[in-house]
């Protein structure tokens, strides 16, 4: 019996001195463990450095803790795109009993910080080619390295877009909950998306951003997502740091929608199966100071949206959506007076527009009141553009008030109007690289101004004939006092390499201020 409880105390002890040796060690290791972590991280991500302040290590647990984790971009590293107080991952027994690797990594309260210096960076094209070949060569000795199953964990995640701005008007989304499970570099062979995904997040505002699919993280060459999208009562004035960038003034609105996603190295799918954009008021804002960035990204959009249509692994698609009650807006501050055209009341309808001609045709209804009184009805069928772009268009326009015009008069005539009505119908059709339509535009009893002669408060008559007898080459119906013409616009495309969208602001151009504006401009 002595001996018995001698042997038990002796094992005891043992094992005491072995947990002893244990700690001791990987309290020793825990630095150059620190480094090898930094290393592997810094390898994973080309582009960033990574920095870890401390690491324990808890081999009795299998876990490991980081403390104060930063990942700053190479070329803007102030302020950090990343920061992260505390990242765990705790290792599986029962899997490296056969010889595999088993982990979970729980991320706490990480602060992703974004401003417009980091944007440009991510942008950047001159290194592309160099992250590229890093990231592959790191991805490449995750795949050959022992197996391995884990899952991922964040919670209660910030985002902030800093552009500078006061605190207030920064961009953010809250409380962001990130669950993947099953993250595998040997996925089964019926394991296309071996990875469950979920996300949550909210907008200070309690705006919900969700999204839940599956996924191959670690897929070559690129991973794969399938998900489905769900966005619930996003106040777009949020959006406002980030738009304002593109020149997009979101004042106020809300945005639902319900969409899918599909992203892999074969082919790429964004569609959205519902939105409703509500009581939204937006401009698009045209000044002298952002002109040169507008151009590049015109030619950019341009140059993509090409690539998305002569692309067929990719498709783009809206079954249904609709703006309610809405007002849309461009204004121009490079004129003087700064002008502003808009639409308000407005109500679209959207059904079944794609880039691929197998989805059909896409038909579009619009109604509201232009420059705020004149009726508006605008329909459109688009047929994907394969190989040319092929729709039809037409527009009514009736009782817009002229004096809503004013602030285009002074800019590009330096006249305005005193009282009458404008209308506006066209009818348009693209098809064979070929424009077929009219646009005629109408106007009704107008007293047009002269600045000079106002001080007296009289007519200029002069003036009046010279607008709609002479330089917009109208005639004039003096029983009915309305002066008319029709523009044909028959022809071929002028950009036969012009997608649909380019044909259909070059047709609204030349529709409408071509075919009205260029009468003032020479009145005074």
């Known amino acids: 019996m002595a001996k018995h409880r001698r042997g038990w105390i002796i094992a005891v002890v043992v094992l005491s001195l072995v947990v002893l040796t244990v700690v001791i060690l990987a309290s020793v290791a825990d630095d150059p463990l620190r480094r090898y972590v930094e290393e592997q991280a810094n390898a994973a991500l080309p582009g960033f450095h990574v920095s870890v302040a401390a690491l324990d290590l808890h081999p009795l647990t299998l876990s490991v803790d980081l403390h104060d984790v930063v990942v700053r971009q190479d070329i803007h590293p102030e302020p950090p795109v990343l920061s992260i107080p ?12 056969t010889g595999k690797l088993g982990a979970d990594l729980h991320v706490e309260t990480p602060a992703f910080v974004i401003n417009p210096k ?8 001159g290194d592309k080619e160099v992250v590229k070949e890093q990231a592959d060569a790191w991805q490449d000795r995750l795949r050959e390295s022992v197996a391995f199953r884990g899952a991922f964990h964040l919670r209660n995640g910030h985002l902030t877009y800093d552009d500078g701005k006061p605190a207030s008007e920064a961009f953010r989304i809250e409380r962001i909950e990130v669950d993947v499970q099953n993250i595998t570099n040997r996925p089964e062979d019926h394991e296309e998306y071996p990875s469950q995904v979920q996300v949550n997040a909210q907008l200070p505002d ?14 070559i060459p690129v991973p794969r997502l399938e998900a489905d999208v769900k966005v619930v009562r996003l106040h777009i004035k949020n959006l406002l740091p980030v738009a304002g960038r593109f020149n997009v003034q979101c004042r106020q609105g809300s945005l639902d929608l319900n969409g899918r996603v599909r992203y892999s190295h074969d082919s790429t799918l964004v569609a959205l199966d519902e939105f409703r954009l509500q009581d939204a008021k937006i401009d698009y804002v045209h000044s002298a100071r952002t002109k040169p960035k507008e ?35 461009f204004v121009n501050k490079t004129t003087d007076p700064d002008y502003r055209v ?44 394969k190989p040319r772009p092929d729709f039809d268009l037409s527009a009514k326009i009736v009782k817009t008030k002229v004096e809503a015009f004013n602030d285009i008069l002074r800019a590009y005539g330096d006249v305005d109007t005193h009282r009458g009505m404008f209308a506006f119908f066209s009818e348009l059709s693209v098809k064979d690289n070929q424009i077929r339509g009219y646009v005629k535009p109408l106007l009704k009893d107008v ?33 009915r006092n309305e002066a008319a013409t029709v523009t044909d616009l028959s022809g071929p495309v002028e950009n036969p390499r012009a997608n649909t969208w380019q044909i259909v602001a070059k047709l609204v151009q030349n529709a409408f201020f071509k075919a009205i504006l260029p009468g003032f401009e020479r009145v005074g």
């Not at 991952?89 to 899997?95: E, F, G, V, W």
């Not at 980091?118 to 094209?125: A, I, K, P, Q, S």
């Not at 007293?447 to 009046?464: A, G, N, Q, R």
Request: glycine share 8%; charged share 30%.
């Open 86 to 97: 505390h990242v765990t991952a705790d290792a599986h027994l029962a899997p490296l009993l």
């Open 118 to 125: 980091h944007v440009d960076g991510f942008l950047r094209r």
């Open 206 to 219: 309690q705006s919900q951003l969700q999204l839940d699919g599956r996924a191959d993280l670690l897929a």
């Open 295 to 329: 151009v590049r990204r015109a030619k950019q959009v341009a140059q993509k949206a090409k690539e998305a249509h002569q692309n067929p692994t990719i498709l783009v698609k809206v079954e249904h959506g609709q703006i309610l009650n809405s007002e849309l807006g």
């Open 342 to 385: 808009f639409m308000s009341d407005i109500d679209m309808d959207v059904k079944n527009l794609s880039t691929s001609l197998e989805e059909g045709t896409g038909v579009v209804q619009v109604t509201g009141k232009f420059m705020g009184s004149g009726l508006t009805d605008l329909k459109g069928t688009f047929r994907p553009e």
């Open 447 to 479: 007293e047009v101004y002269d600045p000079e002669e106002d001080k007296e408060k009289s007519l200029t008559k002069k003036v009046y004939e010279a607008v709609v007898g002479g330089v917009l080459e109208i005639f004039e119906n003096e029983p």
